[in-house]
């Protein structure tokens, strides 16, 4: 009852961080057609930014550094980069990679490839039916939970959250009616920034951090996305709850080493039987 109890709450709080990863991922591809490798960079970006930021300063503010930083990074990059070379595909994989490995290098050179503890933002630990929960843990779920409808209102009660949602349902429809799609491109680009740089720093609070931790990040987000749905926020949520449960019971009845195993069964059924995910191309429902 109590291991079934830690699995619950464990994978709550991990599948909230996947979560919000997942989302920063969609809206770029539903919004720009972008598949952007870099993704996984920006949340090492918020990682590393908060370990540099917290010797100085108190690590809430550190946090809020970190978040800020990422997405400056992440709009500095399409205004810089992206923008001009967003209509080839290919290009722009590969230049969202290289980005990648380039913040990748940075990172060693500055930190070493050392793996590194993040100081908590919440310090402490509950006791919840007999399983010892870090309030770190449940500031994580709660912050994750609080973006997340944050970035819900956004985009279902304001207007430039519409043109946001208008560009990802039909880009020529949204140009009909008056909307500015490389402002809105760019405002993505700057949203999922932000939304990487809370996962990077929570993810890096909750396992280690190192130069070399965007890889899973960015191949959890594709996998949430592919079992989604493109575009989705529902589809990334329910995505990500999928995953982040199915890991934390494959950890806990069959090791770490067979953490992502389960995750790729699930890819290959939905590719096969339902190849546009679970909810579709939508950007959000």
Not at 16 to 26: E, K, M, S
Not at 195 to 214: D, E, H, K, N, R
């Amino acid at each position: 009852m109590v291991d079934l109890l830690s699995i619950l709450i464990t994978g709550a709080m991990v599948s909230a961080v996947y979560a919000l990863i997942a989302i920063g991922f969609t809206m770029i591809f539903g919004v720009g057609g972008v598949l952007n490798l870099a993704h996984g960079g920006l949340l090492m970006i918020g990682a590393y930014v908060f370990l540099a930021a917290t010797s100085r300063i108190p690590p809430v503010v550190a946090f809020v550094a970190s978040v800020g930083v990422a997405a400056v990074v992440s709009y500095a990059m399409y205004l810089g980069l992206i923008r001009y070379i967003e209509k080839d595909v290919v290009i722009t994989f590969l230049a969202t990679l290289l980005i990648a490995l380039l913040f990748q290098e940075l990172v060693t050179m500055t930190f070493s490839a050392q793996p590194r503890s993040l100081a908590t933002l919440v310090p402490g630990t509950v006791q919840i039916a007999g399983t010892r929960i870090r309030y770190n843990q449940i500031f994580g779920f709660v912050v994750s939970w609080v973006a997340i409808g944050a970035l819900w209102y956004y985009v279902t009660r304001t207007g430039s959250g519409r043109a946001i949602l208008a560009t990802s349902m039909s880009e020529r429809g949204a140009m009909l009616t008056g909307v500015d799609i490389s402002r809105v491109r760019a405002e993505t680009w700057l949203i999922a920034g932000a939304l990487a740089g809370v996962g990077g720093v929570f993810l890096g609070s909750l396992q280690t951090t190192s130069p070399f931790m965007w890889l899973d990040p960015l191949a959890l987000a594709f996998i949430i996305v592919v079992i989604g749905g493109v575009g989705s926020i529902k589809g990334s949520i329910v995505g990500a709850y999928l995953i982040g449960y199915l890991e934390t019971l494959t950890v806990s009845l069959a090791g770490n080493g067979v953490r992502g195993v389960f995750a790729l069964v699930v890819v290959a059924l939905i590719i096969l039987f339902r190849p546009q995910g679970l909810y579709g191309r939508e950007f959000i429902e």
